[in-house]
């Protein structure tokens, strides 16, 4: 009799979040601050991001969309603002930004038309 191969019983390390038809979903929208400019200049540029997300996901995102491979990312959670409608009282969402550097020779076209 011949043997059987062995089936491997481990997942593949393959993530769902990761692929490029999520990359938009990971990337929500770039932010155009002044201070989000300030810092296109020294080859960071800043991202409005989903809450669920983390560093690697977001690097993923970045090399799907605009086919560059950043250095860092650097992730803040931006806490809600409290604001009043009417008489009651309430907080918007708290939400996510990325901050994403590149080499010194990459460059992302986020503020053209702005």
């Not at 970045?62 to 860092?72: D, E, F, H, M, Q």
Request: glycine content about 8%; cysteine-free.
């Amino acid at each position: 009799m011949a043997k059987k191969e062995p089936v491997s019983t481990k997942a593949k390390a393959t993530t769902i979040r990761g692929t490029s038809q999520n990359a938009y979903r990971v990337l929500l929208k770039p932010l155009v601050t002044e201070k989000a400019a300030d810092l296109g200049t020294h080859n960071q540029y800043v991202f409005m991001i989903d809450p669920r997300m983390n560093k690697i996901e977001v690097k993923k995102a970045v090399r799907t969309i605009y086919g560059i491979n950043p250095l860092a990312v650097r992730i803040i959670t931006m806490q809600g603002k409290a604001v009043r409608y009417g008489r009651r009282y309430g907080v918007t969402k708290s939400w996510k930004k990325a901050m994403v550097t590149l080499k010194a020779g990459d460059k992302i076209e986020v503020y053209e038309g702005v």
